[in-house]
């Protein structure tokens, strides 16, 4: 059953990249070192025969764990990827935490134009958090970078097609539907390497990774994936509860999201 389930949400994910690249002339994709990011890259290379066509972006803030660095570096020179990093400055903004939030979403935008990028692939899910399960498999952004999730087309009979004018950009989402033990199931299964700050040292770990000012570790003593999903299967607490904007109100998160944050 775990088989034929991951079967069927890797073959969405492989339409919609394939779909995206087809149907885009300047497609990129966002990754963070982060379990998804890195699930949806792995997707990406059976979809195109292990080569991503796409340049993938790191937005970096400089205060990423040396541990991400490492992990960045190694997997860029293994999957040969084209790797985009773009800076983003810490400065005080909207949610209060100035490493993040809107702060990397100006360092997107200033990349994004000038690369003339106009579709971004980013690896959220559906059930990570409330303003996100109102995404669409392929989403417009306008040349803002606002999302109207309140006025968004419905995605009928597969049919993902979406109007993009001159400074607009879609958003796909490959991973909507996967959750985290689906995701932690496909890297299991096919062996996709895994930031080390996922596994537990002395009694602690990070179930989801974002800078070293941001994120805090939560009390675990799995040390390798099959642990992990045990753990999972027994957990009461929310995925992002180490991740400090996430504890903000649903308002902050949907204003972030509504002017283009990942």
């Known amino acids: ?14 339409f919609l990249l394939r779909e995206a690249v087809s149907r885009f002339d300047n497609v990129a994709a966002l990754w963070s070192m982060g379990k998804d990011s890195t699930a949806m890259l792995a997707v990406a290379r059976k979809a195109f025969v292990s080569k991503i066509p ?16 490492e992990f960045r570096d190694l997997l860029t020179k293994k999957w040969k990827l084209d790797l985009i990093v773009a800076e983003s400055k810490i400065k005080k903004e909207l949610s209060g935490f100035s490493c993040c939030g809107s702060n990397k979403t100006e360092a997107l935008k200033k990349i994004m134009k000038e690369q003339g990028f106009n579709a971004l692939i980013v690896s959220i899910r559906r059930d990570e958090h409330g303003i ?41 989402h490959p991973l909507l539907d996967w959750n985290e033990i689906d995701v932690w199931n496909y890297t299991q299964a096919e062996k996709i390497p895994v930031n080390p700050l996922y596994f537990s040292r002395n009694g602690f770990r990070y179930r989801s990774l974002g800078c070293t000012h ?23 607490t929310e995925e992002r509860q180490g991740r400090d904007q996430d504890k903000e109100k649903d308002y902050v998160m949907s204003k972030l999201r509504a002017l283009g944050y990942m």
């Open 132 to 172: 996100r399960s109102k995404e669409r498999y392929v989403s417009k952004r306008n040349k803002d970078f606002k999302w109207d999730y309140k006025n968004q087309k419905a995605e009928l009979w597969d049919d993902y097609s979406s109007k993009i004018e001159e400074g607009e950009h879609a958003r796909i």
């Open 54 to 69: 796409f340049p993938v972006i790191h937005i970096d803030n400089g205060i990423d764990f040396p541990e991400t660095y």
């Open 1 to 14: 059953m775990i088989k034929q389930n991951l079967s069927l949400l890797e073959e969405r994910s492989i």
């Open 214 to 236: 941001c994120t805090s570790m939560i009390k675990s003593n799995a040390k390798n994936i099959p642990q992990i999903m045990a753990e999972l299967k027994v957990s009461t």
